[in-house]
């Protein structure tokens, strides 16, 4: 690890002040995919800061894009609430992956790691059939890897971009979904990450932003046609977070190193403040939500 770490870890009782700490984020770059282990300040996912309280006790999820980001603190939150979980990312990602796991084994839960590229059909079948012989079945599975490769003219934007952004936010999610459902029963919850881009798409962003309106769709219209069967599905859209997606060709370097400044509350969000809304969906809690999609933007709304 080479970055400092973010915030000091949450105190229970303290009163947290949203704007803080201010942010200091060196310009920096990274070859697709990026690692978090090598971002300074290194994202906070939860390690130290998230406290779970049994709110999924037992339960059996896989989270895509599991080793960092989002997905990383999801599986630890999920880790911390009592469940067991299975992380698929890509295999250059293995340095990051094993920290993931590392910290759900410390809780004592199982953890299950499967490298490989969802932009492959038959790995996505792979994928579901590995998770759920190894966690003995299904209950959460949280879509959320995800490509973003910034391009600021329609007319570089290759074939080859669009195809790969398309296959890794839209075709994956239809091909794990796909393989998990007949796998989960009543009580089961599907959760796809979108972005706050499905809203507000910016100029630079336009094979990603599509693929991340699409995704909201994927959870409206999945959550009806689901809902007969007792699984509910919900999207998640997140504005700004601090992730190797953004400093790894999501942005602009110079744009990478201001992301969030333009909220409101002036910072890009980390990981770890996510996690509770990816917490909230998959627990029983959630037992009445379904076809919604959550933001958290960082004060600029969806
Ligand atoms: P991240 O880079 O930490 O996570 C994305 C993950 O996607 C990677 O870790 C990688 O494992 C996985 N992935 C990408 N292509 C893959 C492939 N072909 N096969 C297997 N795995 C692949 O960044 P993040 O920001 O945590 O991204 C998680 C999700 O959040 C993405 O869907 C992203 O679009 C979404 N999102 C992020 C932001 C933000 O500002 N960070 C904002 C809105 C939405
Ligand atoms: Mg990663």
Not at 43 to 60: I, L, N, V
Request: with cysteine; proline share 8%; glycine share 10%.
């Amino acid at each position: 690890m080479s970055g400092k770490p973010f915030r000091p870890p949450f105190r229970a009782g303290a009163l947290q002040d949203p704007r803080l700490p201010e942010p200091d984020f060196p310009a920096q770059k990274q070859q697709m995919p990026g690692l978090a282990t090598r971002m300074d300040p290194l994202p906070d996912h939860g390690e130290q800061s998230y406290r779970g309280s049994g709110r999924m006790a037992g339960k059996r999820c896989l989270v895509t894009g599991g080793d960092s980001g989002i997905g990383a603190a999801a599986a630890i939150a999920f880790a911390r609430e009592g469940a067991d979980v299975a992380i698929n990312y890509l295999p250059e990602e293995q340095e990051d992956a094993d920290a993931i796991i590392a910290v759900i084994e410390a809780e004592g839960r199982k953890a299950v790691a499967i490298p490989g590229d969802i932009r492959s059909e038959d790995f996505c079948k792979t994928l579901v059939s590995r998770a759920v012989e190894e966690l003995g079945g299904l209950d959460v599975l949280v879509n959320n890897a995800g490509r973003q490769q910034y391009c600021e003219t329609l007319e570089e934007l290759t074939t080859e971009d669009f195809d790969a952004t398309m296959k890794t936010n839209i075709y994956a999610p239809f091909w794990i979904t796909r393989a998990a459902v007949p796998h989960m029963g009543e009580g089961g919850s599907i959760i796809i990450t979108s972005s706050t881009q499905a809203f507000s798409p910016a100029a630079h962003l336009f094979d990603y932003a599509q693929s991340k309106a699409a995704n909201v769709a994927f959870a409206q219209s999945l959550a009806k046609q689901l809902a007969p069967r007792g699984i509910r599905v919900n999207a998640v859209c997140p504005g700004p977070y601090w992730t190797a997606l953004q400093i790894s060709g999501g942005q602009p370097t110079d744009k990478a190193a201001q992301h969030g400044a333009n909220q409101p509350l002036g910072r890009p969000g980390q990981p770890v403040e996510i996690a509770p809304i990816y917490v909230l969906l998959a627990s029983d809690e959630a037992s009445y939500i379904t076809g919604e999609y959550f933001g958290s933007v960082g004060g600029g709304g969806l």
